[in-house]
């Protein structure tokens, strides 16, 4: 039987054979050099139903946490793998599963897909620099941050994190330009004193804080 990672594996193989890979073929450029072609998910003589930029700012308009999802290194890249990523929502109470997007462009989704697992961690109020610090590309993200081994899948446990979600890869679908993953989690925790001092929120391109409304 094909476990969790070959499956995930699978998927990202499934992608690049049909030209929807996760990270598009480099074509060379007049100087030699190679660039990335542009991911299309739609056909070339198919015009979008709205404008890409009118599609961000309305959508910005919806509230959400932030999380990193985080997996361990392996054999190919020992250094343990993350990203930032605001498209996560918790999907099914029985099985428990989460889910979350990833574009078909990201560098860090074939490493998640080849270790199967993933660990899910909430960010909390002030932690707007630590979700900075992983969403950028090519640094070394890890550098400075305390993080302990998920007790299920190894991934990093981010310390000071409000909650985290520790997950085997379930399933993964196609979603237009994004990836929706599925995980089924395996173990989850709290740490009270972070989760006291409220969530990180993402709002219209900008970081905020949770205020409750009493009545």
């Given amino acids: 039987m094909m ?10 193989r499934y992608l690049r054979a049909t030209g929807t890979a996760a990270s598009p ?14 991911l299309r998910a739609v056909r070339e003589d198919e015009r979008a139903p709205v404008d890409r ?17 985080t997996a361990p290194g392996d054999a ?13 929502a918790s999907l099914s109470l029985d099985p428990p599963l989460v889910a979350f997007m990833v ?9 998640i897909a080849r270790a199967g697992v993933f660990c899910v961690n909430i960010l909390g109020a002030g932690q707007g620099a630590l979700c900075r610090g992983f969403a950028v590309s090519g640094a070394d993200k890890f550098a400075g941050v ?10 990093p446990r981010l310390a000071d994190v409000p909650a985290w979600i520790d997950c085997t890869v379930q ?7 994004h990836l929706v993953v599925v995980g089924r989690v395996d173990a989850l925790g709290t740490d009270e004193a972070a ?21």
């Fill in 3 to 12: 476990g969790h990672a070959g499956m995930a594996a699978t998927a990202v």
């Fill in 171 to 177: 399933a993964v679908h196609t979603g237009g330009d």
């Fill in 146 to 155: 305390r993080h302990a081994p998920a007790p299920v899948s190894g991934s």
């Fill in 25 to 38: 073929p480099a074509a060379p450029t007049a100087s030699g050099t190679t660039s990335r072609a542009p």
């Fill in 76 to 88: 190919k890249e020992p250094a343990p793998a993350g990203f930032a990523c605001q498209s996560f």
């Fill in 195 to 215: 989760a006291a001092a409220g969530p990180l929120l993402f709002h219209r391109g900008t970081f905020g804080e949770f205020r409750e409304i009493r009545r």
């Fill in 53 to 69: 930029d009118e599609f961000r700012r309305v959508l910005g308009h919806f509230a959400s946490g932030v999380t990193i999802i």
């Fill in 103 to 111: 574009a078909r462009t990201s560098t860090t989704w074939p490493r």
